[in-house]
Antibody, heavy 121, light 106 residues
């Protein structure tokens, strides 16, 4: 079965760092692009970052550029989101999603249940 | 950034109703639009990709249409499981922006 499972969410103080993981199963990251999407409390879905199947192409929302880094480990079939300099505005459920194809722009057909990040002192 | 404006932001309907949700892009984006359904506590679900292609396993009562800057998602006959929030998303240019969502209530 094709699925993704997020982990790593936590309560973290402002200014802190956190690394989210997204373990993929049933498919290989060499073949599909991957994306992180977040949903802040009471708000809608917001695209955060994507990485192409080649791993070369990475893209970020302006609100996280310079603070977040998306990466992947092919040997573990896992995608990561390293989040630094966290603020209260980063509080959200973070979803990992698989692209329909190798590129990042084909829509996302498999999503996880999300992992919760809370930034608060 | 490309803005995606959805309407209505919320609507009430009954089982069996026909419902249409619209999404307008701030510039032409061809057919680079996808529609998702999201229920609280669940993973979002892809319904339609590339404006009008039905994702595998999605009931045929869901239909997407449009190109350029105006897009629609139509549910031909609402079923109880369809009450959720629906989002459009553009993938023409990064950042891949979502609409603000349309909450469909009984």
């Amino acid at each position: 079965e094709v699925q993704v499972l997020e982990s790593g969410g936590d309560l973290i103080q402002p200014g802190g760092s956190l690394r989210l993981s997204c373990a993929a199963s049933g498919f290989t990251l060499r073949t599909y692009a991957m994306t992180w999407v977040r949903q802040a409390p009471g708000e809608g879905l917001k695209w955060v970052s994507s990485i192409s199947a080649s791993g070369v192409g990475t893209h970020y929302a302006d609100s996280v550029k310079g603070r977040f880094i998306i990466s992947r480990d092919i040997s573990k079939n896992t995608v990561y989101l390293q989040m630094d300099s966290l603020t209260a505005e980063d509080t959200a459920i973070y979803y990992c999603a698989k692209s329909r194809r190798t590129g990042t722009n084909y829509g996302m057909d498999v999503w996880g249940l999300g992992t919760t990040v809370t930034v608060s002192s | 950034d490309i803005q995606m404006t959805q309407s209505p932001s919320s609507l009430s309907a009954s089982v069996g109703d026909r419902v249409t949700i619209t999404c307008r892009a701030s510039q032409g984006i061809g057919t680079s639009v996808h529609w998702y359904q999201h229920k609280p506590g669940k993973a979002p679900k892809l319904l339609v990709y590339a404006a009008s292609s039905l994702q595998s396993g999605v009931p045929s009562r869901f239909t997407g249409s449009g190109s350029g800057s105006d897009f629609t998602l139509t549910i031909s006959s609402l079923q109880p499981e369809d009450f959720a929030t629906y989002y459009c998303q553009q993938s023409f240019l990064t950042p891949y922006t979502f609409g603000q969502g349309s909450k469909l209530e009984i």
